[in-house]
């Protein structure tokens, strides 16, 4: 199980809920930093993910090593929260 799930979403993000509900059936518990409510944490995502799109998810594992994954990707995602 992972140690700590971030993820930064807008309000329109379409595929942010898509994540947000994959996380959720698969019982793992996350923060979500909205962008369009806390605009001043938009640099810290795209230092993070390099791109300007969202979600960007932030898989910190047990031995304290980061995954990112940028938009809604389970081929990436899936692997990432297992482990």
Known sequence: MPKKV???????CGYCGMVK???GIKG????????DENPAKR???LSIS????VPVT????A????EVIVGYNLSKLAPAISA
Do not use: M, W
């Open 50 to 53: 390099g791109a300007l799109t």
């Open 28 to 35: 793992i518990n996350y923060e979500e930093v909205n962008l």
């Open 63 to 66: 031995d304290d090593s980061k």
């Open 43 to 45: 640099q810290e995502a």
């Open 6 to 12: 971030t993820i930064f979403t807008t309000n329109r």
């Open 58 to 61: 932030v898989v910190v594992k």
């Open 21 to 23: 509900k994959y996380l």
